[in-house]
């Protein structure tokens, strides 16, 4: 099963950097294509590199049962953070299910914002290009979050929806420090993600096996803080942080 889907996303002739819309945007200096991180062909597999992944979850309805019915909260959390200039230009590290990227490219072509997608499975570069082929405000690259190809300060506002808890300590960390890089000086990063619930929410009980057994990296989040995975001489005063469903997702926004 593994190896199955393992060559077939090593088989796929995805060109880096392509564009979905009419209008140019911002795009990756060519790179050779990355490869499918270990963690997530050993743990995610089944969920965003396998030939049916797509098929199987790509439905707003199960994403937001997934989230026990916050996926539109939460995707209004980022939304409503947002504070653009016209003709912005916004980074989403790593697709993600459901509609959450067609309400962020509308929601920016209020502003004639552009919108760049990056994932390393080129199965989700290739949904992603489907799913949101009516906006001309797009693009979609194929680069590795821990070692994106943009230069320093590409961006306005970077969004991290979901993807830290997905991943080990070291690939997080650099993730982190990559959405930093290429956000100017001036802008934000949003992420957001799970949280260690407050003892008194039922969802913590039933939450932590689940975890613990399909997103075994997703528990660090439940015992640090986000802001610890940040670079040293971040300072507190530039993080704000939110949180959702008696604390068992947050948002945190950082002001650069
Ligand atoms: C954003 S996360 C999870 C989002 C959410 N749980 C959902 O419903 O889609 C999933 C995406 O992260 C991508 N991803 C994981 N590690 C990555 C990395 N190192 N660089 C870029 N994308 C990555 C996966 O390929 C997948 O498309």
């Known amino acids: 099963m593994n190896d199955d889907s393992r060559a077939i996303a090593e088989d796929y002739p995805y060109e880096v950097g392509e564009q979905i819309g009419q209008e140019a945007v911002a795009s990756g200096a060519p790179i050779t294509p990355p490869p499918i991180p270990d963690y997530l062909q050993d743990t995610y597999w089944w969920a965003y590199v396998h030939p049916k992944s797509v098929w199987v979850f790509e439905r707003e309805w199960l994403v937001n049962l997934i989230l026990w019915g916050n996926m539109h909260k939460l995707t209004l959390a980022v939304l409503d953070e947002m504070d653009l200039q016209p003709q912005s230009s916004v980074l989403q590290v790593a697709c993600v299910y459901g509609d959450f990227s067609n309400r962020l490219a509308s929601h920016l072509g209020k502003t004639q914002s552009r919108l760049s997608i990056v994932d390393v499975a080129p199965i989700q570069i290739s949904n992603i290009e489907k799913k949101l082929a009516a906006h001309d405000n797009v693009s979609a690259h194929h680069q590795d979050s821990t070692c994106m190809a943009f230069p320093d300060d590409s961006f306005d506002e970077t969004v991290v929806f979901f993807l830290l808890h997905e991943q080990p300590e070291d690939a997080r960390r650099k993730t982190v420090a990559e959405a930093i890089r290429v956000t100017r000086p001036g802008g934000r990063v949003i992420f957001v993600d799970y949280h260690g619930p407050k003892r008194s929410n039922p969802m913590r009980y039933v939450m932590k096996p689940i975890l613990t057994l399909l997103e075994p990296f997703a528990m ?22 939110s949180f959702y469903f008696g604390g068992l997702y947050q948002k945190v926004v950082l002001n650069l």
Request: aromatic share 10%; hydrophobic share 40%.
């Open 220 to 241: 660090d989040l439940w015992r640090e803080e986000l802001p610890a995975f940040m670079p040293a001489g971040i300072t507190p005063e530039q993080v704000s942080s």
